[in-house]
């Protein structure tokens, strides 16, 4: 099972939504779906904790997508209880209003996710970069 899996609360721009993954094939593509979307398509990476996707919210017209960059890091990973987050930012493709806050000279925005975690998984920890701490 992927780090990824399961259900998320989800905070775009100021706007909650659930997100769900519910899995993930051997070429990282997502089987996921979140609120109010008509599809999501997209790829986890377990190795660089990198999630990419395009929220499809009309599927006949293109500007209404929206693509998520983020990467997952935990709080204190060895502890039960713990969260999880996946942060990063998402592009509006569209005109403002739709489907986002985007307007000419904002099309980029913060998005995060998080879920508590029951216990630690296998790999988790810090990994060491040189001197550089960091998540693993």
């Given at each position: 099972?992927?780090?990824?899996?399961?259900?998320?609360?989800?905070?775009?721009?100021?706007?909650l939504r659930s997100f769900t993954v519910h899995s993930v094939d051997a070429q990282g593509r997502l089987k996921a779906e979140m609120q109010n979307t008509a599809e999501v398509v997209g790829f986890w990476s377990d190795d660089a904790r990198k999630l990419v996707f395009t929220r499809v919210i009309d599927p006949k017209d293109p500007s209404s997508h929206q693509t998520y960059v983020g990467y997952l890091h935990d709080d204190d990973p060895d502890a039960p209880g713990s969260t999880e987050t996946v942060s990063?930012?998402?592009?509006?493709?569209?005109?403002?209003?739709?489907?986002?806050?985007?307007?000419?000279?904002?099309?980029?925005?913060?998005?995060?996710?998080?879920?508590?975690r029951a216990e630690p998984q296998e790999g988790d920890g810090p990994m060491s970069f040189g001197n550089i701490r960091g998540w693993g």
């Amino acid at each position: 099972m992927s780090r990824i899996t399961g259900t998320w609360t989800m905070n775009t721009n100021g706007r909650l939504r659930s997100f769900t993954v519910h899995s993930v094939d051997a070429q990282g593509r997502l089987k996921a779906e979140m609120q109010n979307t008509a599809e999501v398509v997209g790829f986890w990476s377990d190795d660089a904790r990198k999630l990419v996707f395009t929220r499809v919210i009309d599927p006949k017209d293109p500007s209404s997508h929206q693509t998520y960059v983020g990467y997952l890091h935990d709080d204190d990973p060895d502890a039960p209880g713990s969260t999880e987050t996946v942060s990063g930012t998402v592009v509006y493709f569209g005109p403002a209003g739709h489907g986002g806050s985007s307007v000419a000279t904002r099309r980029v925005f913060g998005w995060t996710m998080a879920r508590e975690r029951a216990e630690p998984q296998e790999g988790d920890g810090p990994m060491s970069f040189g001197n550089i701490r960091g998540w693993g």
